[in-house]
Nanobody, 122 residues
Framework: QVQLVESGGGLVQAGGSLRLSCAAS????????CGWFRQAPGKEREFVAG????????YYANSVKGRFTISRDNAKNTVYLQMNSLKPEDTAVYYC???????????????WGQGTQVTVSS
């Protein structure tokens, strides 16, 4: 079982960029699908992006496609989320997650980080 710690959140103006990182512990990190989710106040947690264990397959929510890029460096046990052209509606707590399946549902992931706040001002 891996443990996940996110970093890189903060306050940014609309149109700006941020890169989130998710550092994982454990020697079997490359076996896990990883995903990024987000949760805004009063809303349900929603899928943002996912990546296969080897990094060859990625998938995105329609709302972030073309603006966000997920990647991973298994040698560093780290997953990244590069966020460009940020909008106020991207404001949320962003969570890193790991699991066995290449799916976009919360239930498909069984390990979660503590979250990092991203705030986009207009």
């Amino acid at each position: 079982q891996v443990q996940l710690v996110e970093s890189g959140g903060g306050l940014v103006q609309a149109g700006g960029s941020l890169r989130l990182s998710c550092a994982a512990s454990g020697r079997t990190f490359s076996r896990y699908v990883c995903g990024w989710f987000r949760q805004a106040p009063g809303k349900e947690r929603e899928f943002v992006a996912g990546i296969s264990g080897g990094g060859s397959s990625t998938y995105y929510a329609n709302s972030v496609k073309g603006r966000f890029t997920i990647s991973r460096d298994n040698a560093k046990n780290t997953v990244y989320l590069q966020m460009n052209s940020l909008k106020p509606e991207d404001t949320a707590v962003y969570y890193c997650a790991a699991g066995p399946y290449l799916l976009s549902t919360v239930e498909a992931f069984n390990t979660w980080g503590q979250g990092t706040q991203v705030t986009v001002s207009s």
